[in-house]
C-alpha cells in the first residue's frame, strides 16, 4: 500500500507545483482567476467530505479509495486538454472528488491494521513516502515543463493520472476482506451529529483550518504566485523549492519522530506552525534580493517549511485517530481532511486577492501573522485534553480530561 500511495505521489509531484503556472500562464486564466480556481477546489472538497467519512464508515476505505482513483484517472487525464473556465472547472472538480479519499482513506485503513502506539510512527513512513514521491516527480516535472509548450504539460498529466491507476491497481491485490470496518462496529450507532459533539475534536479541527489556511493553503497557490508574480522568478525555481522541501522531509521526518516521542502533541503541533512562520518571511525575502539570492530565498523557505510538515502531518492524525471511537472513524478522518479542504478554499483565495492585485508584501504579512496566531491557539489546547491524548506517556489512575470533556458516547451493540 505504501508502495502504490508513493507511485501515485510521483505523478501528482510531476503536476502539483506547475498548477498554478499551468492555468495562469500556459491556459492564460491569470492570477486572479487562477486563485479562485484553487477556491473552486477546496469548495468541492467541503462538499464531498461528509458524505465521504459517511461512505467509508459503512463501506470500509478501500472499495470508496478505488472509486476515488478512477475518478482521479478520468479528471487528472482530462485536465491537460481542457482550455475554457468551465471545461476547467469539472476537470478541477474531478480532481477533487477523485483525490478527496486517499489520504483519510488510507490513515483509517490504516489504523485498523496498526496498533495504536504504533501508529504515529507509521504515519510518519507514509508521509515520508509520499513526499518522497512529490519531490522526485516535482524534479522530473521542471526538468520537463516548457511553458512556452503546451504538449511539455499535457504528458506531465498523462503521467499523473497513470500513476493513480497503478495505485488502483495496488489496492485491488489487497488480501480479501482488508480495509473492511468489523461487522462489530458496523451496528454502533452514531454519525455525523456525534462527531460535532466531540468539543475536543471540534476545536482541534477550527485551529487546524486557521493553521492550514496560513500554511498548506499558501503552499501551492500562494507561495507559487508570489514567487513568479512578486519576485519575478522562472517557474523552475518553484520546482526547485518543492524538492528541497521534499528533501528535509525525507532527510528528517524518521529523526524527528524519534524527538517528539512522548512530547505533547499540541506543542509539537503548535512548533510546527511557528516553523511556517519562519518559512513565509523567508520567502517573502525573494522579492527583496536579487539574483541568486532570491532563488536561495525561495529554496530555503520551501525547505523550512518542510520541517513543520514533518511534524504536523503524522502528529495531527495520531491525535484525530486517538480520539475517533472506531465506528466513526472514517468521518473523523474525513474531518480533518476537511480542514484541508477548507485552509485550500480560503488560503488561495486570500492570496488570488492580495497578490493579484499588486499587494504581495500585505500577503506576507497576513500568513506570518495567521500562522502565529494558530500556533498560539494549538498550544492552549493542552487543556482540552488528558495527558495521555495529549502524547505524554499514561499514569495509573488517570482516565478523565480536563473538566470530563470527553464525549459521552452512548452506543448499542446488537448481541449476536
Known amino acids: 500500500m505504501l508502495l502504490g500511495f508513493a507511485v501515485s505521489a510521483i505523478g501528482n509531484g510531476l503536476t502539483m507545483p506547475f498548477l498554478y503556472v499551468y492555468l495562469a500562464h500556459v491556459r492564460d486564466l491569470g492570477p486572479s482567476t487562477t486563485g479562485w480556481l484553487f477556491a473552486w477546489i477546496g469548495l468541492v472538497g467541503v462538499v464531498v467530505a461528509p458524505a465521504l467519512g459517511s461512505l467509508m464508515d459503512r463501506f470500509g476505505p478501500r472499495l470508496v479509495m478505488m472509486c476515488g482513483l478512477g475518478v482521479e484517472v478520468v479528471s487528472v487525464g482530462s485536465l491537460g486538454f481542457v482550455d475554457e473556465i468551465v471545461p476547467v472547472m469539472l476537470a478541477l472538480a474531478g480532481l477533487v472528488v477523485g483525490a478527496a479519499p486517499l489520504w483519510p482513506g488510507t490513515t483509517a485503513l490504516l489504523a485498523l491494521v496498526v496498533a495504536p ?3 504515529e510512527g507509521v504515519y510518519g513512513l507514509v508521509f515520508l513516502a509520499v513526499n518522497a514521491g ?25 503521467a499523473d493520472a497513470c500513476s493513480y491507476l497503478v495505485y488502483a491497481v495496488v489496492l485491488a491485490t489487497l488480501p480479501r476482506g482488508v480495509g473492511r470496518t ?10 455525523w451529529r456525534e462527531v460535532v459533539a466531540d468539543r475536543r475534536v471540534m476545536a482541534l479541527l477550527a485551529c487546524g483550518v486557521l493553521a492550514v489556511t496560513f500554511g498548506y493553503g499558501q503552499f501551492e497557490a500562494g507561495a507559487s504566485a508570489y514567487v513568479v508574480e512578486v519576485a519575478g522568478l522562472p517557474a523552475q525555481v518553484l520546482g526547485w523549492g518543492f524538492a528541497a522541501n521534499t528533501l528535509v522531509i525525507v532527510a528528517s521526518q524518521l529523526l524527528v519522530l524519534q524527538l517528539t516521542a512522548h512530547r505533547r502533541r499540541t506543542a509539537v503541533l503548535a512548533f510546527a506552525v511557528a516553523t ?6 523567508v520567502v517573502g525575502l525573494s522579492a527583496a534580493v536579487p539574483g541568486w539570492w532570491a532563488i536561495a530565498a525561495v529554496v530555503i523557505g520551501l525547505g523550512v517549511f ?10 495531527a492524525t495520531g491525535l484525530v485517530n486517538t480520539l475517533a471511537p472506531a465506528h466513526l472513524r472514517g468521518r473523523y478522518n474525513a474531518a480533518l481532511g476537511l ?15 492580495l497578490i493579484g492585485h499588486g499587494h504581495g508584501g500585505t500577503w506576507v504579512a497576513v500568513v506570518v501573522g495567521g500562522t502565529l496566531l494558530s500556533a498560539l491557539l494549538l498550544a492552549s489546547l493542552r487543556r482540552r485534553l488528558t495527558p495521555e491524548e495529549d502524547g505524554l506517556p499514561a499514569r495509573r489512575g488517570s482516565q478523565c480530561g480536563p ?8 452506543t448499542k451493540v446488537r448481541q449476536s
Open 134 to 158: 512529490l519531490g522526485l516527480g516535482g524534479v522530473v516535472g521542471a526538468a520537463l515543463i516548457d511553458v512556452s509548450r503546451l504538449g511539455s504539460f499535457q504528458v506531465l498529466y498523462v
Open 403 to 410: 473538566l470530563d470533556e470527553r464525549p459521552r458516547h452512548v
Open 276 to 281: 511556517w512562520s519562519v518559512a513565509w518571511v
Open 339 to 353: 480542514v484541508w479542504t477548507l485552509g485550500q478554499v480560503f488560503g488561495p483565495a486570500i492570496a488570488g486577492v
Open 117 to 119: 502506539e504504533r501508529r
Open 306 to 315: 518542510g520541517l513543520g510538515e514533518t511534524l504536523w502531518a503524522p502528529v
Open 182 to 191: 468489523p461487522s462489530g462496529e458496523q451496528c454502533l450507532e452514531g454519525g
